[in-house]
């Protein structure tokens, strides 16, 4: 697994001159999107300038060499050979192929966990109506998580009626890094195969996907990775493949995974052939040590906000990630719809901070990057406080 051992530059405001980012609005919510460094948006412009010169010596010569050897880096970096991984344009497109290509017959179960991201839920909503199957869902403890207690509570829910279990590496409501590890082993052992959700994994953990014995692993390159938008990658086992097939069908048909997942027709693949650079640029800032320093300043931010509004973290535990959870201390129904028009409010702040509705409450993510610093999280108090003053 590709790791540096360089040390960590010095991070936030100094090196904000990397984004392109409008340093007017308070940017504490690199987990939704990402922001991608100039220097690797400058390397995704040469390749498209590559294809536009010429685009069918690009398409039919340069192309088919050049994304396999960008799956090859991206694999030492994620654990993996490349030929274990196909590019995708994010995470949902890489678990719309795995569920969609499941053979499902009346009566079978996918379970997911109740944090599941609300886009692959709908997923599994779709392939098991139309199969007749059904969904069965394992209770996430919160907001105060218990890695044993979700461990249990999924082996619990295996049956010899499971076909697959949908597992969150890092959950995006509750920012909750799960023991996937752990979770994967509980699956195997009762027979079960199991596609990991990894939107938020790679640049937030470290990650080796073989190690972790997973079947299949999808995970986001543009958010923690800081890659361009729409560059995510699909891992399969080697075991797990032939019936594979991507959400577009197209002339690999039938010819192997690669062959099927690397052509599905025209397309920019600039995204994709960019995140050599990105994978340069995370270690440039540090690789594990940012890891570490991100994780570290989001539960002080959480901390922060926390203590500013007289009001609890959540998952302030060793399942807390480049995320944290604050608790918004409302009276009141808390429902989807307040919060959205919370989050209004917040968006004409000139900040934004997702707002997700658990167990009663309303909680705010706020997420931890390079260009982030204490002081970030002492404004989005600030912010907070008042629209609560003014819309709570």
Request: glycine content about 10%; some cysteine; aromatic content about 6%.
């Amino acid at each position: 697994m590709e790791e540096t051992q360089a040390a960590t530059p010095l991070l936030g405001a100094a090196i904000r001159h990397e984004w392109a980012l409008d340093w007017n609005y308070l940017t504490v919510n690199h987990g939704s999107f990402g922001a991608t460094p100039k220097v690797v948006l400058a390397a995704q412009d040469e390749w498209r300038r590559q294809l536009e010169a010429q685009p069918s010596r690009f398409m039919r010569r340069i192309l088919p060499d050049a994304l396999r050897d960008a799956a090859a880096r991206l694999g030492r970096f994620v654990g993996a050979e490349g030929t274990d991984l196909a590019f995708v344009e994010n995470a949902t497109v890489g678990c719309n192929a795995v569920l969609r290509s499941l053979r499902l017959a009346p009566g079978d179960e996918i379970v997911v966990l109740t944090h599941v991201y609300g886009a692959v839920r709908n997923t599994v909503r779709y392939v098991t109506e139309r199969a007749g199957a059904r969904m069965v869902e394992v209770a996430i403890p919160f907001p105060r998580p218990d890695s044993d207690a979700i461990v249990a509570n999924l082996a619990s829910a295996l049956t010899s009626c499971t076909r697959i279990a949908v597992l969150d590496h890092i959950t995006s409501s509750s920012a909750l890094v799960l023991p996937i590890a752990r979770m994967i082993e509980a699956c195997h052992a009762a027979g079960v195969p199991t596609l990991v959700d990894g939107a938020h994994g790679p640049g937030q953990v470290t990650l080796d996907v073989t190690a972790l014995g997973v079947d299949w692993y999808v995970g986001n390159c543009h958010k923690w990775l800081m890659a361009p938008k729409g560059c995510a990658f699909l891992y399969a086992r080697p075991d797990r493949r032939e019936d594979l097939h991507p959400v577009t069908i197209s002339h690999g048909y039938g010819k192997g995974f690669l062959a099927e997942f690397d052509w599905t027709g025209t397309w920019d693949p600039s995204a994709y052939l960019a995140v050599t650079a990105a994978i340069d640029f995370h270690h440039r800032l540090g690789g594990a040590a940012l890891r570490a320093r991100n994780a570290a300043l989001a539960a002080e931010g959480a901390a922060l906000v926390a203590g500013r509004l007289g009001t609890e973290t959540g998952s302030g535990n060793e399942l807390a990630g480049a995320m944290g959870l604050v608790r918004l201390p409302l009276t009141g129904a808390a429902t989807a719809e307040r919060a959205l028009a919370l989050r209004g409010h917040m968006l004409d702040a000139n900040t934004d901070v997702p707002l997700h509705v658990q167990e009663g409450a309303v909680w705010l993510r706020l997420s931890a990057q390079a260009y982030n610093e204490v002081g970030d999280y002492e404004k989005l108090a600030g912010i907070v406080a008042d629209v609560l003053a003014t819309h709570g």
